[in-house]
């Protein structure tokens, strides 16, 4: 029996297990088990089964750990590429962003789906003409040099260090926002637990057990998305077609455009958008008179403490006054600096409640032109990104050949295209599903879901009546981008077990994601700079364990920064591409089709690319700028994770230059050679 015929029967058997523990999750509810209960059984069900595959897959064989012995068929590496590459961002964050943003967030589909295009032209099939472990190997050969790139090298590790490190925040906090939720544990605690669960199936088998947890975290992920889709579709196209009977029969984005037409001319809507305004003014005014408007409010706070301890308050009251007091900024730069944030956090309320289906647009909103050129920014930082980031190169050197690493890169992009298209479908409906169900009800019968999510990290769902009319508006709910997908069953009242499953695909995601990434460092770590630099008599053994000690050591650091709540899972992966793209396309793709590409022009290009890269998103991050009491730059158009527009051709005119003012043109003939040969298995 060949390889491939067992791998297809011991998967087929692994995707009818998971339909069969669908049913028994179904079973479970309809016979009155609790939601808690459910929770647990998807969880542990799929952390199990990842488990046994990275118990079976363990190895010390150096070739097997770090690149599978370069065995994988074409059909497995697509499908494990495509489970690396949709994180947590893909399967959860997308919809949520379409959600509040509408069509300008189908660039990061649009730069996505591309940069798989780009990698099949561009990269895939040359890189794995050598027997690389990998990207450090490439660019040392390719710009060697006088000290064997020894110097191209570091650089690279640098790069690809904090490129995953940045990207495996967002997939470890997605793990633990799940694990909280459906494990009934602190986010904390839920984040180490699916650090738990990430080692285990990178640890002991390296990219061999990466590999097959990958194509059975795939399965889980299509099936939960086709799932989920079929569902939402039947259970609330009955509702969004009786409501709007009398128009006759519409479309779901008809049906969204109309509702956001009619809560952007809603008086209560627009009050609510009102008072949003007023309270950011009100910040405002704060900030511009300061700094005696802190001094002013430390004062009456002191006071109104030191007339509680001596006019006889209970001590409930007394401690309320501390509270008070302690929780007001110490000094005019503290205050700044939050009220900053508070005045950010009201006007972005106000751009969420502004509709984005719908024509009708308010001053809110960027003009056409400037998000037409924020939409064309985003795709083309994400598309150099995706051609550039270490964890997915990495795999083009698992597969037999380069004829078979192009194929899994067109198996990939099938798989990839399989949730992306569903993508859009699920914002859609969960605007229906949000309309439905939440707009227009009184507070007084608001599900306890709310709470939930609120116990797991504050602000994550919330509903406020800022208007005090007793009934929800579109403009009163807060619900994070994040989260969007895991809730909206839960919103549309439909059986647990649904939220379940989206669970289990929403960690197949992640923890697919956090592997690869994970791994991705502890081989630069090991093979590039323990190995290559500093002890290159390393004995293959040795070379496996300075691998699995980085390893643990880079999944204990993430874990502990996720812990501290980052922030946005679409942002944070978003700033990894930025990096990847500044910092490496220009590199990689120079050094496979231009000979004139010299040593020096690498360094420069890398150089310039990763600091221009790493100032822009500093200086666009407000949570970042806030740190040392200062503005975040106001890019207009050009947001953070579209900072590619401008340091990518930056990272090129310094490769150009620097390899046409000075340098050796003929470094690494060798490699130039093996490039331009049709085929080098």
């Known amino acids: 029996m060949s390889f491939t015929t067992t791998l297809t029967r011991f998967f087929s058997v692994l995707t009818l297990g998971f339909l069969v523990c669908i049913g028994v999750a179904a079973a479970m509810e309809s016979y009155g088990i609790g939601r808690q209960w459910i929770g647990y ?103 060697a040099g006088d000290d064997k790139g020894r110097v191209v090298r570091l650089i690279c590790i640098l790069v690809t260090v904090s490129i995953s490190f940045v990207y495996v925040i967002a997939q470890i906090y997605a793990v633990g926002l799940i694990t909280s939720r459906f494990a009934g544990v602190e986010f904390g605690i839920g984040v180490f637990f699916g650090l738990a669960g990430i080692l285990v199936c990178s640890f002991l088998g390296g990219m061999r057990a990466v590999t097959w947890t990958a194509v059975a975290q795939y399965i889980v992920m299509i099936l939960t998305m086709l799932i989920t889709v079929v569902a939402l579709v039947g259970f609330t196209g009955k509702g969004a077609s009786e409501r709007y009977a009398e128009a006759g029969p519409v479309s779901f984005p008809e049906y969204v455009r109309a509702q956001e037409r009619k809560f952007f001319a809603d008086p209560a809507e627009s009050e609510v958008r009102s008072l949003y305004l007023r309270e950011a003014d009100r910040y405002q005014l704060l900030i511009d008179t300061l700094p005696s408007s802190w001094a002013e409010g430390y004062e009456a706070r002191r006071k109104n403490l030191e007339l509680a301890r001596y006019d006889g308050s209970t001590f409930q009251e007394i401690k309320a006054a501390e509270r008070v007091l302690t929780s007001f900024p110490k000094d005019s730069q503290e205050a700044k600096k939050r009220w900053s944030q508070e005045k950010q956090r009201y006007l972005d309320k106000v751009k969420a409640s502004v509709p984005h289906f719908g024509s009708t647009r308010d001053d809110s909103g960027l003009s056409d032109w400037g998000e037409s050129l924020n939409f064309l920014a985003v795709a083309f930082t994400l598309m150099c990104g995706t051609v550039a980031l270490p964890h997915l190169i990495v795999r083009f050197f698992t597969t037999p050949n380069a004829s078979q690493t192009r194929w899994s890169v067109a198996v990939a992009l099938a798989c990839i295209l399989g949730v992306y298209l569903a993508s859009p479908w699920l914002s859609l409906m969960a605007k229906v599903v949000v309309y439905e169900n939440l707009v227009g009800l009184s507070y007084s019968d ?75 460092i502890a081989s630069s770590l090991s093979h590039d700079l323990y190995y290559r630099i500093l002890n290159p008599d390393a004995t293959a053994q040795r070379r496996v364990t300075m691998s699995k000690i980085a390893l643990l050591s880079a999944a204990l650091l993430a874990a502990w920064i996720t812990s501290l709540q980052p922030g946005n899972i679409v942002v944070l992966v978003g700033s990894a591409f930025a990096l990847a793209a500044s910092s490496l396309f220009v590199p990689l793709v120079a050094g496979i089709f231009w000979s004139g590409a010299t040593r020096r022009g690498a360094l420069w290009a890398m150089g310039t690319g990763f600091v221009s890269s790493s100032l822009f998103l500093a200086l666009t991050n407000s949570s970042f700028m806030a740190l040392f009491n200062l503005d975040a730059l106001q890019a207009g158009a050009f947001s953070g994770v579209a900072s590619g527009i401008l340091t990518i051709p930056l990272s090129a005119v310094a490769m150009v230059i620097a390899s046409l003012k000075g340098g050796r043109k003929d470094e690494a003939p060798a490699v130039m050679r093996v490039l331009r040969l049709p085929e080098c298995e």
């Open 41 to 143: 059984f998807f969880i542990f069900i799929t952390f199990g089964a990842y488990a046994v595959i990275g118990l079976l897959s363990r190895t010390s064989d150096m070739y097997e750990y770090f690149v599978a012995s370069r065995t994988v068929p074409a059909a497995y590496n697509g499908m494990a590429t495509a489970a690396d590459w949709m994180s947590a961002a893909s399967f959860l964050g997308v919809a949520g962003t379409l959600f509040y943003s509408g069509f300008e967030a189908l660039a990061l589909l649009v730069g996505w789906t591309g940069g798989f295009v780009l990698i099949a032209l561009l990269i895939a099939p040359y890189l794995r003409k050598f027997a690389f472990f990998s990207v450090g190997d490439f660019l040392a050969a390719r710009y």
């Open 446 to 520: 608001v599900p306890n879901w709310v709470a939930a999510w609120s116990r797991v990290i504050p602000g994550l769902a919330t509903l406020q009546d800022v208007n005090q009319d007793g009934v929800v508006q579109f403009a009163e709910i807060g619900l994070s981008p994040d989260i969007l997908v895991l809730i909206t069953p839960e919103i549309a009242g439909m059986p647990f077990f649904l939220s379940g499953l989206i669970a289990a695909g929403g960690l197949a995601a992640a923890l697919s994601t956090a592997d690869g990434l994970l791994l991705a």
